[in-house]
């Protein structure tokens, strides 16, 4: 962190996750905006049109929150 010209730092738009066995369906997350550090996802941004309801927008990011903290772990931060 004190040399910040030594990391790489990346921004995906529509960053898709997606699990599944050949044997069963698979189940597929599309968070907004991923932001990565060293190619480890940092942080997810999840954006809404305005005709969206608060309570539809916040009842998604929670599904996300969930899926992605099973998958990839409790350390990356959502924002919303």
Same mark, same amino acid.
């Given at each position: 962190?004190?040399?910040? #010209?030594?990391?790489?730092?990346?921004?995906?738009?529509?960053?898709?996750?997606?699990?599944?066995?050949?044997?069963?369906?698979?189940?597929?997350?599309?968070?907004?905006?991923?932001?990565?550090?060293?190619?480890?996802?940092?942080?997810?941004?999840?954006?809404?049109?305005?005709?969206?309801?608060?309570?539809?927008?916040?009842? #998604?990011?929670?599904?996300?929150?969930?899926?992605?903290?099973?998958?990839?772990?409790?350390?990356?931060? #959502?924002?919303?």
């Amino acid at each position: 962190w004190r040399n910040p #010209q030594n990391n790489t730092f990346h921004v995906c738009a529509e960053f898709e996750l997606s699990e599944g066995t050949p044997q069963g369906p698979s189940s597929n997350r599309r968070p907004a905006i991923v932001v990565f550090i060293n190619g480890i996802p940092f942080a997810v941004i999840e954006n809404k049109k305005s005709s969206v309801k608060v309570a539809e927008a916040v009842a #998604q990011m929670v599904r996300v929150s969930v899926w992605l903290h099973k998958k990839i772990g409790k350390q990356i931060i #959502q924002l919303s």
